[in-house]
């Protein structure tokens, strides 16, 4: 005869597995933002480095979206369950570079929130230009599930 109940509870463990491994606030992973761009975070190494790929939801670019590289530290130091981090988008389809600066937060259920402000630095002609050539803001990650 099946024992049903250990089934149900090896399989239930097995499919919960994959949220248990992940370190909470260690950035490895796949993030989406208030704007609807999504990044993924690649393996962060014992010194905090970390590389990704950024699809931006939006673009100041004529040309089509591109998915495009950045790299980035994560603050390793104590206290590391909210760390602080930054990274820098290449993007792949214009002449821009957009830096991100941020805190990992924490809610009492342990929900992760990247609260990061950005500067976005467009290719200008002259110096003349140069005072138009950056805009800032702010972007709110939350983790990427599989079923949003
Ligand atoms: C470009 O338009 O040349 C590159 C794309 C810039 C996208 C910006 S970076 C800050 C903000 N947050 C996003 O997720 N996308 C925009």
Not at 31 to 42: A, E, H, K, R, V
Not at 47 to 71: C, E, M, R, W
Not at 77 to 88: E, S
């Given at each position: 005869?099946?024992?049903?109940?250990?089934?149900?509870?090896?399989?239930?463990?097995?499919?919960?597995?994959?949220?248990?491994?992940?370190?909470k606030?260690?950035?490895?992973?796949?993030?989406?933002?208030?704007?609807?761009?999504?990044?993924?975070?690649?393996?962060?190494?014992?010194?905090?480095?970390?590389?990704?790929?950024?699809?931006?939801?939006?673009?100041?670019?004529?040309?089509?979206?591109?998915?495009?590289?950045?790299?980035?530290?994560?603050?390793?130091?104590?206290?590391?369950?909210?760390?602080?981090?930054?990274?820098?988008?290449?993007?792949?389809?214009?002449?821009?570079?957009?830096?991100?600066?941020?805190?990992?937060f924490l809610d009492?259920?342990g929900?992760?929130?990247?609260?990061?402000?950005?500067?976005?630095?467009?290719?200008?002609?002259?110096?003349?230009?140069?005072?138009?050539?950056?805009?800032?803001?702010?972007?709110?990650?939350?983790?990427?599930?599989?079923?949003?």
């Amino acid at each position: 005869m099946v024992q049903v109940t250990p089934f149900f509870l090896v399989l239930s463990l097995a499919l919960g597995a994959p949220q248990l491994l992940v370190e909470k606030c260690n950035l490895t992973g796949n993030w989406t933002n208030d704007l609807g761009s999504n990044m993924t975070i690649l393996a962060v190494d014992e010194k905090g480095n970390f590389a990704g790929l950024y699809n931006t939801s939006v673009a100041d670019h004529p040309n089509k979206i591109q998915q495009s590289p950045l790299v980035g530290f994560l603050h390793l130091t104590n206290p590391i369950d909210q760390p602080t981090f930054g990274f820098t988008v290449n993007w792949a389809f214009s002449e821009s570079t957009s830096v991100f600066t941020g805190q990992c937060f924490l809610d009492k259920d342990g929900k992760e929130t990247l609260k990061t402000i950005w500067l976005f630095r467009h290719h200008m002609n002259t110096t003349e230009d140069n005072w138009a050539g950056t805009l800032v803001g702010t972007n709110v990650f939350t983790r990427l599930r599989k079923q949003e």
